[in-house]
């Protein structure tokens, strides 16, 4: 049990570092340039995570330094527990208590973020941080509201064969993608890292091993999301669900190369005022029918 979640925490970091590689060549290619294209070719971003590794870590003299360190441990334990429920071993992933769980992991990541900016006692960060909370609560409505969506047609489907719930529920898998994209923070959705504003962010005051493990666990956090997209909405078996997981995750580089940063009353306005009151009516006339 524990070497077969070894074995898949590796291949999920390498997965992370690969979807980095393919994010900086993307962005290259809409940006009309090649990006990385060096010899060492895919080990660039392990060259990468050893050139950070071997950098100074600094913490800052007025930041509180057991919480500044704890803050990036907590964001990498929150994707490596959601990994964890995806093992053919983890039976509380087929249970029915498994949505529920998902919720209250991805509920809990937003204290290591606002530990993160609170700890380095930087005005910068903790607007960062501040930003991600209102953020996350925001998009948690809305995610809970499809989660139970997903919930009832697959309690209430009187077919045995899994069917496809993005051909029914096209606009709720749209929604969906739209709030996973704000949960975690990414282009047009990215407020918490936005340069002009807040230099960079909650992770403003991290460098070497510290902005390491927080730009890992982002990454792990953003293939999980695809990961669920592709399970809940499109995949039907193994081969699909890594072909759509992957096709998701090119969504959110393609997000970041092409739209622009949203303004942050436009973030509240569309998750308040459109998406929650959307999938809310779809919930209703759904559990109706």
Not at 21 to 39: A, C, D, Q, S
Not at 66 to 76: E, G, R, V, Y
Not at 224 to 236: G, N, R, Y
Not at 255 to 275: E, I, N
Request: proline share 4%; with cysteine.
């Amino acid at each position: 049990m524990v070497m077969n979640y070894i074995f898949q925490v590796i291949c999920v970091m390498v997965a992370t570092a690969m979807f980095t590689l393919l994010e900086r060549k993307t962005l290259g290619y809409i940006h009309l340039r090649k990006g990385p294209n060096k010899p060492p070719g895919l080990l660039v971003p392990f060259a990468d995570a050893i050139k950070l590794m071997t950098k100074e870590y600094i913490t800052p003299m007025s930041a509180n330094s057991t919480a500044f360190l704890m803050a990036p441990m907590i964001l990498l334990i929150i994707p490596l527990l959601l990994w964890s429920m995806t093992s053919t071993k983890a039976e509380y992933f087929y249970s029915n208590l498994s949505v529920v769980l998902i919720l209250c992991i991805l509920s809990v990541s937003v204290y290591g973020t606002l530990l993160a900016g609170w700890s380095s006692n930087s005005k910068y960060a903790l607007l960062g941080a501040i930003r991600v909370v209102a953020q996350s609560i925001s998009y948690e409505v809305t995610l809970t509201v499809i989660f139970l969506h997903v919930m009832m047609f697959l309690m209430f489907s009187t077919s045995l064969s899994f069917v496809p719930l993005f051909l029914p529920m096209l606009m709720i898998t749209m929604i969906f993608f739209i709030s996973c994209l704000a949960d975690t923070n990414r282009s047009p959705f990215d407020f918490a890292e936005g340069e002009s504003e807040l230099v960079s962010g909650f992770n403003t005051e991290y460098s070497s091993v510290g902005f390491l493990i927080i730009f890992l666990s982002e990454y792990m956090s953003i293939l999980f999301m695809s990961f669920l997209v592709a399970l809940f909405f499109m995949a039907t078996n193994l081969y699909e669900m890594i072909l759509i997981t992957s096709l998701i995750g090119f969504l959110y580089i393609w997000a970041r190369g092409t739209l622009p940063r949203f303004r942050y009353d436009q973030l509240m306005y569309l998750t308040w005022k459109t998406l929650l009151p959307t999938s809310l009516m779809s919930l209703l006339i759904f559990s109706c029918v």
